[in-house]
């Protein structure tokens, strides 16, 4: 695919239009800037702005869109407003598996919230809502395996209800305990479900045992296709890409896809962990930005197949270009961890990610009597090293920063080689970006099934 470029040039005293990157099919063509502003247009528009000609059919759109900008003027940043609305409630640290590449030390560190300290975290949340007028928000319970916590979790689901705000509730199991009461007790209580597994029986097996080294798919299959029954199909997968599984990447989609049906997927590639030796099976960014390519290659040829088949990460980097928006607390503004998402420890403790909980990156507390917007921007201000900006030089030209912002703030900080930027986002965007604009213009019904709408068609 030939992505090609559009040079900056002034128009008259006042204006100038900005540089943009350009795919062109037959008749048509896509102009991306690095403000993030996209327009889908002729093929012949395109090729008087590449003369140095404003075509006068689209300069509005353009000034809209900020293609065309005063001469004067400096770039404006696009930044995420501090606003929490996704809460993240760790239940427990005890777990029924051992994960070769687990993130929590589940193996010592054996401890369950208790119902005064969850009555606590529940009040502080409806305090927050109520106080800064916050209409939707989600709250996800987790762990460990946070159905060891079933109890609790209804417990929260009955008492965090308000008047005003609507709650979204989800949990990501590894299924050993999805049985048919526990399937009910979620779905009549509205917890939406994610369900770990790793691709077919060898790899889910070898990564992912209970503690007692047995293997768990026969029993995940089993629990996976009575939750599908219960929920309607409604339900997603979490994977976890290691290095054996990325060879064979294409048959763990269809492994997922075709194989147990199911339509919402989410394509995770494994952390260092503090707890595990897993180094092994990690990959290198290049190797990770070669996958991510190839699960997009495999997701349209799904859907060309007539799979209604959509992977979460794909889509929050899809909706980014067409509608530049925060829809994604990692990908749609960089890391929002802190910003748009909060996470509670077991004590009431507030961090900013639930890969964060050690105890120099904690914002504070729910119990200082401090507002938790606040609490976050003294903690900004505090230094506290997790909100450092993550930009090295080449950040400055490359079109996908106002997306990615120097990418996951945990993988910078496990990079001992790197403190700057996220690599592996830098190296995936440079891929995968480019390809979606192409898919854009060139399969607009694909695009459209992905969204489930038909606002590409006729483009």
Same mark, same amino acid.
């Given at each position: 695919?030939?992505?090609?470029?559009?040079?900056?040039?002034?128009?008259?005293?006042?204006?100038?239009?900005?540089?943009?990157?350009?795919?062109?099919?037959?008749?048509?063509?896509?102009?991306?800037?690095?403000?993030?502003?996209?327009?889908?247009?002729?093929?012949?528009?395109?090729?008087?702005?590449?003369?140095?000609? /404003?075509?006068?059919?689209?300069?509005?759109?353009? =000034?809209? #869109?900020? %293609? &065309?900008?005063? $001469? *004067?003027?400096?770039?404006?940043?696009?930044?995420?407003?501090?606003?929490?609305?996704?809460?993240?409630?760790?239940?427990?640290?005890?777990?029924?598996?051992?994960?070769?590449?687990?993130?929590?030390?589940?193996?010592?560190?054996?401890?369950?919230?208790?119902?005064?300290?969850?009555?606590?975290?529940?009040?502080?949340?409806?305090?927050?809502?109520?106080?800064?007028?916050?209409?939707?928000?989600?709250?996800?319970?987790?762990?460990?395996?946070?159905?060891?916590?079933?109890?609790?979790?209804?417990?929260?689901?009955?008492?965090?209800?308000?008047?005003?705000?609507?709650?979204?509730?989800?949990?990501?199991?590894?299924?050993?305990?999805?049985?048919?009461?526990?399937?009910?007790?979620?779905?009549?209580?509205?917890?939406?479900?994610?369900?770990? /597994?790793?691709?077919?029986?060898?790899?889910?097996? =070898?990564? #992912?045992? %209970? &503690?007692?080294? $047995? *293997?768990?798919?026969?029993?995940?299959?089993?629990?996976?296709?009575?939750?599908?029954?219960?929920?309607?199909?409604?339900?997603?997968?979490?994977?976890?890409?290691?290095?054996?599984?990325?060879?064979?990447?294409?048959?763990?989609?269809?492994?997922?896809?075709?194989?147990?049906?199911?339509?919402?997927?989410?394509?995770?590639?494994?952390?260092?962990?503090?707890?595990?030796?897993?180094?092994?099976?990690?990959?290198?960014?290049?190797?990770?930005?070669?996958?991510?390519?190839?699960?997009?290659?495999?997701?349209?040829?799904?859907?060309?197949?007539?799979?209604?088949?959509?992977?979460?990460?794909?889509?929050?980097?899809?909706?980014?270009?067409?509608?530049?928006?925060?829809?994604?607390?990692?990908?749609?503004?960089?890391?929002?961890?802190?910003?748009?998402?909060?996470?509670?420890?077991?004590?009431?403790?507030?961090?900013?990610?639930?890969?964060?909980?050690?105890?120099?990156?904690?914002?504070?507390?729910?119990?200082?009597?401090?507002?938790?917007?606040?609490?976050?921007?003294?903690?900004?201000?505090?230094?506290?090293?997790?909100?450092?900006?993550?930009?090295?030089?080449?950040?400055?030209?490359?079109?996908?920063?106002?997306?990615?912002?120097?990418?996951?703030?945990?993988?910078?900080?496990?990079?001992?080689?790197?403190?700057?930027?996220?690599?592996?986002?830098?190296?995936?965007?440079?891929?995968?970006?480019?390809?979606?604009?192409?898919?854009?213009?060139?399969?607009?019904?694909?695009?459209?099934?992905?969204?489930?709408?038909?606002?590409?068609?006729?483009?």
């Amino acid at each position: 695919m030939q992505i090609e470029t559009i040079l900056p040039f002034d128009i008259s005293n006042k204006y100038r239009f900005v540089e943009s990157l350009v795919y062109k099919s037959m008749e048509k063509a896509v102009i991306f800037e690095k403000n993030g502003h996209l327009l889908i247009t002729s093929k012949k528009n395109v090729e008087e702005l590449q003369a140095g000609k /404003i075509p006068h059919n689209i300069e509005d759109i353009l =000034k809209s #869109r900020r %293609f &065309i900008i005063d $001469k *004067d003027e400096k770039e404006k940043s696009y930044n995420i407003n501090i606003k929490p609305e996704f809460f993240m409630i760790d239940m427990t640290n005890k777990c029924n598996m051992r994960c070769e590449y687990c993130l929590r030390n589940t193996e010592y560190d054996q401890d369950s919230i208790s119902y005064t300290k969850l009555d606590d975290i529940i009040s502080f949340i409806k305090s927050y809502c109520k106080e800064n007028g916050i209409k939707n928000i989600s709250v996800q319970a987790w762990g460990g395996e946070p159905l060891l916590e079933k109890d609790k979790i209804l417990y929260m689901v009955n008492k965090l209800k308000m008047k005003n705000t609507k709650v979204h509730f989800s949990i990501e199991t590894n299924a050993t305990l999805l049985t048919n009461n526990n399937i009910l007790s979620m779905y009549e209580s509205h917890v939406g479900l994610g369900i770990s /597994i790793d691709g077919g029986m060898n790899i889910h097996n =070898k990564q #992912r045992k %209970f &503690i007692s080294g $047995k *293997d768990t798919y026969d029993i995940v299959i089993n629990n996976m296709q009575e939750t599908k029954n219960i929920y309607n199909n409604r339900i997603g997968t979490i994977t976890t890409i290691t290095r054996e599984s990325a060879k064979k990447i294409e048959s763990v989609i269809d492994n997922i896809v075709i194989d147990l049906g199911i339509n919402n997927i989410k394509m995770n590639f494994v952390h260092l962990s503090n707890y595990r030796n897993c180094n092994d099976i990690c990959l290198a960014p290049k190797e990770i930005a070669e996958t991510e390519l190839r699960i997009f290659r495999k997701i349209i040829e799904l859907q060309e197949m007539g799979y209604s088949v959509i992977e979460q990460n794909m889509m929050a980097k899809l909706k980014n270009i067409l509608f530049r928006k925060y829809t994604d607390v990692c990908l749609s503004c960089g890391c929002c961890g802190g910003r748009k998402m909060i996470v509670f420890d077991m004590h009431g403790n507030i961090f900013p990610c639930e890969l964060t909980d050690q105890p120099e990156y904690a914002i504070g507390n729910i119990y200082n009597g401090i507002p938790l917007i606040s609490q976050i921007e003294n903690s900004i201000k505090g230094k506290n090293s997790f909100f450092d900006k993550k930009e090295n030089t080449e950040c400055i030209d490359c079109y996908w920063k106002i997306f990615c912002k120097g990418g996951c703030t945990v993988r910078v900080m496990s990079n001992k080689n790197n403190k700057d930027v996220d690599i592996t986002e830098c190296e995936i965007n440079k891929i995968l970006y480019p390809e979606l604009i192409k898919l854009i213009i060139d399969k607009p019904e694909i695009v459209n099934k992905m969204l489930g709408w038909d606002g590409l068609y006729g483009v």
